[in-house]
C-alpha cells in the first residue's frame, strides 16, 4: 500500500480508502436489504490488516457506522482514521449538531471521530450552515477532542466550492472525481484549488459507482486492450485519479472481498505523474464513448431514495443506461419491465414530487429522466 500525508496535518493515509457506503448486502428478516454484518466486518479487518488506514462513512449510510464500528472495536481503532458526516440537510434546529454527534460516536463506539465532514454540501446546506452556526460547532468539537479535524464534502459547483474552501479553515474536503468527470462539480480546478490552500483532498466515485469499472461492454474493454497495457476497467479508473499527486486518498465502496482485494493489489504501485502520453490518449478515446453512450450520470448512490412513489429510480436508471452502453437493448427492456413493471418499480409511478431532485448529489433532471426512459424502455 502507497501512503500520504495531508497538508499540514502530517499525517500518514493509504492513497485508497475503504468507503463504507455499498458494504455487501442481504435480506433481512423483514425482506427488506441489510447490511451483511459478518461479512462487512471481515472485509474491514481484511483491509486494516493489509494496510488500510482510513475508513469513510457517514450517518446517511444506514447500518455503515455501526458496523465499521464493530470491526474496529477489537484492537483496531487506534490503528486507523475515522472519516464521517454529519446530516447537514436534517439540520432543523441549534441542537441537532451536537445530536447527531453524539449518536454517531455511539455507533462507531469511539470517543473521538478524526474526520468530521459536513455532509453533502452546496448552496442550499451552505445556508443551514451558517443558520445554525454550524462552523462554530465544529469548533467547539474540536476543542473538546471528541472530532480531530474539520472537512466537508461537496455536491454544486466550481464557484460554491470555491467560496466554502474560503470561508473557514478546513483541514480536508472530499470531492467526486473520475476520468469521465474531470469538470463537474468542483472537478480537477477545484481539487487543485484546496490543495493549493493547504487542504488535503480525498476523491470519491472514481468509478462513477462502479459505472467505469464494472460490467463494461465488450466495446469498451477492445479500446482499452489497444492501449497494449492489461489492466481491468477498474484499475484503469483508478490509475487515472491516482495520477494527480493532490488526491491525498482515493476512496472506493467496495461490496466484495474480490473488489477489495483488488483494489488493494492496485494501490500498491499506483502513484502520481507515472501516466503516459499513451495512456492519456487511451482515456480520451474512453471519454468520449462513455459520452456519446451514457444517457443519465447516475452513480446508484441512492440519495434520490426511498421514492414516496416507489420507482427505484437508481435501477431505472442502471437498466436504461444498459440498453447503450451493453449492446442488449431487448435484454435490458425485458428485465426492466418484468423486474420493475411487476413489483410497482417502473418510472412509470413517477408523481413528479421533485423530492428525488432535490436531493441529488449529480443535479440529474431525474424527472424528465425518468420520463424518458420509460418511454424508451417500453418502446419495440
Given at each position: 500500500?502507497?501512503?500520504t500525508?495531508?497538508?499540514?496535518?502530517?499525517?500518514?493515509?493509504?492513497?485508497f480508502?475503504?468507503?463504507c457506503?455499498?458494504l455487501p448486502?442481504?435480506t433481512?428478516?423483514?425482506?427488506?436489504p441489510?447490511?451483511?454484518e459478518?461479512?462487512?466486518?471481515?472485509?474491514?479487518r481484511?483491509?486494516?490488516?493489509n494496510g488500510?488506514?482510513?475508513?469513510?462513512?457517514?450517518?446517511?449510510?444506514v447500518?455503515?457506522e455501526?458496523?465499521?464500528?464493530?470491526?474496529?472495536?477489537?484492537?483496531?481503532?487506534d490503528?486507523?482514521?475515522?472519516?464521517?458526516?454529519?446530516?447537514?440537510?436534517?439540520?432543523?434546529?441549534i441542537?441537532?449538531?451536537?445530536?447527531f454527534?453524539?449518536?454517531?460516536?455511539s455507533?462507531l463506539?469511539?470517543?473521538y471521530?478524526?474526520?468530521?465532514l459536513?455532509?453533502?454540501?452546496?448552496?442550499?446546506?451552505w445556508?443551514k450552515?451558517e443558520?445554525?452556526?454550524?462552523?462554530?460547532?465544529?469548533?467547539?468539537a474540536?476543542?473538546?477532542?471528541?472530532?480531530?479535524?474539520?472537512?466537508?464534502?461537496?455536491h454544486?459547483d466550481?464557484k460554491?466550492?470555491?467560496?466554502?474552501?474560503?470561508?473557514?479553515?478546513?483541514?480536508m474536503?472530499?470531492?467526486?472525481?473520475?476520468f469521465l468527470q474531470?469538470?463537474?462539480?468542483?472537478g480537477v480546478?477545484g481539487?487543485k484549488?484546496?490543495?493549493?490552500?493547504?487542504?488535503?483532498?480525498?476523491i470519491?466515485e472514481?468509478?462513477?459507482?462502479?459505472?467505469l469499472?464494472n460490467?463494461?461492454?465488450?466495446?469498451?474493454v477492445?479500446?482499452w486492450?489497444?492501449s497494449?497495457i492489461k489492466?481491468?476497467p477498474a484499475?484503469?479508473?483508478f490509475?487515472?485519479?491516482a495520477?494527480?499527486?493532490?488526491?491525498a486518498?482515493?476512496?472506493?465502496g467496495?461490496?466484495t472481498?474480490?473488489?477489495?482485494?483488488e483494489?488493494?493489489?492496485?494501490?500498491s504501485?499506483a502513484?502520481p505523474?507515472?501516466l503516459?502520453?499513451k495512456?492519456?490518449?487511451t482515456?480520451?478515446?474512453?471519454?468520449?464513448?462513455?459520452?456519446?453512450?451514457?444517457?443519465?450520470?447516475c452513480?446508484g448512490?441512492?440519495?434520490?431514495?426511498?421514492?414516496?412513489?416507489g420507482?427505484?429510480?437508481p435501477a431505472?436508471f442502471r437498466?436504461y443506461?444498459n440498453?447503450?452502453?451493453?449492446?442488449?437493448?431487448?435484454?435490458?427492456?425485458?428485465?426492466y419491465r418484468s423486474f420493475l413493471?411487476?413489483?410497482?418499480?417502473?418510472a412509470?409511478q413517477?408523481?413528479?414530487?421533485?423530492?428525488?431532485?432535490?436531493?441529488?448529489p449529480?443535479?440529474?433532471d431525474?424527472i424528465?429522466?425518468?420520463?424518458?426512459?420509460?418511454g424508451?424502455?417500453?418502446s419495440?
Amino acid at each position: 500500500m502507497k501512503y500520504t500525508k495531508f497538508p499540514g496535518l502530517g499525517i500518514k493515509v493509504s492513497r485508497f480508502g475503504m468507503g463504507c457506503m455499498r458494504l455487501p448486502g442481504i435480506t433481512g428478516s423483514k425482506g427488506n436489504p441489510v447490511i451483511d454484518e459478518k461479512e462487512s466486518v471481515s472485509m474491514i479487518r481484511y483491509a486494516a490488516d493489509n494496510g488500510v488506514n482510513y475508513f469513510d462513512t457517514a450517518y446517511a449510510y444506514v447500518g455503515s457506522e455501526e458496523v465499521l464500528g464493530k470491526a474496529l472495536a477489537e484492537g483496531l481503532r487506534d490503528k486507523v482514521i475515522i472519516a464521517t458526516k454529519c446530516p447537514t440537510w436534517n439540520i432543523k434546529g441549534i441542537g441537532d449538531f451536537d445530536s447527531f454527534l453524539l449518536e454517531e460516536l455511539s455507533r462507531l463506539r469511539t470517543d473521538y471521530i478524526d474526520f468530521y465532514l459536513l455532509h453533502a454540501l452546496g448552496k442550499a446546506n451552505w445556508e443551514k450552515v451558517e443558520k445554525f452556526g454550524l462552523l462554530e460547532k465544529l469548533d467547539e468539537a474540536k476543542k473538546k477532542g471528541i472530532i480531530r479535524y474539520a472537512a466537508f464534502s461537496f455536491h454544486d459547483d466550481l464557484k460554491t466550492f470555491k467560496k466554502i474552501v474560503d470561508s473557514y479553515p478546513f483541514d480536508m474536503c472530499q470531492i467526486q472525481l473520475n476520468f469521465l468527470q474531470e469538470d463537474f462539480q468542483a472537478g480537477v480546478e477545484g481539487m487543485k484549488y484546496a490543495a493549493s490552500k493547504n487542504m488535503g483532498v480525498v476523491i470519491m466515485e472514481p468509478l462513477m459507482g462502479g459505472l467505469l469499472g464494472n460490467a463494461v461492454p465488450e466495446e469498451f474493454v477492445r479500446q482499452w486492450d489497444a492501449s497494449g497495457i492489461k489492466r481491468t476497467p477498474a484499475e484503469w479508473g483508478f490509475r487515472w485519479v491516482a495520477d494527480f499527486e493532490e488526491a491525498a486518498v482515493i476512496l472506493s465502496g467496495v461490496n466484495t472481498m474480490e473488489q477489495l482485494k483488488e483494489d488493494i493489489a492496485i494501490f500498491s504501485d499506483a502513484l502520481p505523474g507515472s501516466l503516459t502520453e499513451k495512456e492519456a490518449e487511451t482515456y480520451k478515446r474512453l471519454k468520449d464513448l462513455y459520452r456519446e453512450k451514457l444517457k443519465v450520470a447516475c452513480t446508484g448512490c441512492g440519495y434520490c431514495m426511498p421514492c414516496p412513489s416507489g420507482v427505484d429510480i437508481p435501477a431505472v436508471f442502471r437498466f436504461y443506461n444498459n440498453t447503450f452502453l451493453g449492446g442488449e437493448e431487448d435484454r435490458w427492456k425485458k428485465t426492466y419491465r418484468s423486474f420493475l413493471g411487476k413489483k410497482g418499480a417502473d418510472a412509470s409511478q413517477c408523481s413528479e414530487c421533485g423530492q428525488c431532485q432535490e436531493a441529488c448529489p449529480q443535479d440529474i433532471d431525474i424527472i424528465e429522466s425518468l420520463k424518458e426512459a420509460h418511454g424508451h424502455m417500453m418502446s419495440d
